[in-house]
């Protein structure tokens, strides 16, 4: 998967090896924080299905005087219809997450897309 900036103020989702199986364009961006680290996501919608990657960071530590020791999930969640038909965690370490990148393709909303369960 990879989302890149096609220079027309749009962003492209790809999916696939080579030659993308894939490829949507548009993109609808979205950042919460959340106590002790936050969410991105950028939807892609093709026809009643929505493609939504997402970057999230999360606290796993409320110990006083004790580090954060922050939990890192990339991934795409594939929902229709409300109900998340695939959820596909990234097991390698992304290339780059540019979390306010949505500022330069029509801006950030403050409402996820899709929560997780």
């Known amino acids: 998967i990879a989302i890149c900036g096609t220079g027309e103020r749009e962003a492209e989702y790809r999916f696939g090896e080579s030659t993308p199986e894939l ?5 609808r961006w979205a950042s919460v924080p959340y106590s002790g680290g936050g969410e991105s996501q950028i939807e892609f919608v093709n026809d009643a299905t929505r493609y939504i ?3 999230r960071t999360v606290r796993t530590n409320f110990e006083p005087g004790e580090p ?4 890192f ?3 795409v969640m594939v929902v ?3 109900k998340v038909l695939s959820d596909r965690q990234c097991t390698g370490e992304p ?3 540019d979390v306010m990148a949505g500022d330069d393709y029509g801006g950030v909303t403050s409402e996820l897309f899709h929560y997780a369960d």
Not at 23 to 27: E, I, Q, W, Y
């Open 23 to 27: 490829v949507l364009r548009g993109g």
């Open 53 to 55: 990657v997402y970057s």
């Open 68 to 71: 954060n020791d922050p939990a």
């Open 73 to 75: 999930t990339d991934g």
């Open 80 to 82: 229709r219809g409300g």
């Open 95 to 97: 290339k780059s997450v």
